[in-house]
């Protein structure tokens, strides 16, 4: 199995800047994609940033030029760095990742979400 932990959420006041990160445990052999979701309250999960095998990136247009996807490697960490963050930002962030196993199973694994808060 491969799970996901996140971390990086808390209180910020708008303008600020969070990083949150999505740790990867287990067997993986390949991933596919990287994916941020998030979700405020009384709205439905929305798609804010995925990264390709490939490395290629795509942003829901409300964070585009303010978060930014990344990878690193060696940690086996996806990454969401948010800057100039707005009180409508406010919401659970969850990292998903789809790929395969050691075993050459698919997987789809979701981290447990995070808080972030952006005041005014």
């Known amino acids: 199995q491969v799970q996901l932990v996140e971390s990086g959420g808390g209180l910020v006041q708008a303008g600020g800047s969070l990083r949150l990160s999505c740790a990867a445990s287990g067997s993986i052999s390949t991933i596919r994609t990287m994916n941020w979701y998030r979700q405020a309250p009384g709205k439905q999960r929305e798609l804010v940033a995925r990264m390709s095998s490939g490395g290629s990136t795509n942003y829901v247009d409300s964070v585009k030029g303010r978060f930014t996807i990344s990878r690193d490697n060696a940690k086996n960490t996806v990454n969401l760095q948010m800057n100039s963050l707005k009180p409508e930002d406010t919401a659970v962030y969850f990292c998903?990742?789809?790929?395969?196993?050691?075993?050459?199973?698919?997987?789809?694994?979701w981290g447990q979400g995070t808080q972030v808060t952006v005041s005014s």
């Open positions: 998903n990742v789809f790929g395969t196993t050691g075993w050459n199973t698919n997987f789809n694994s």
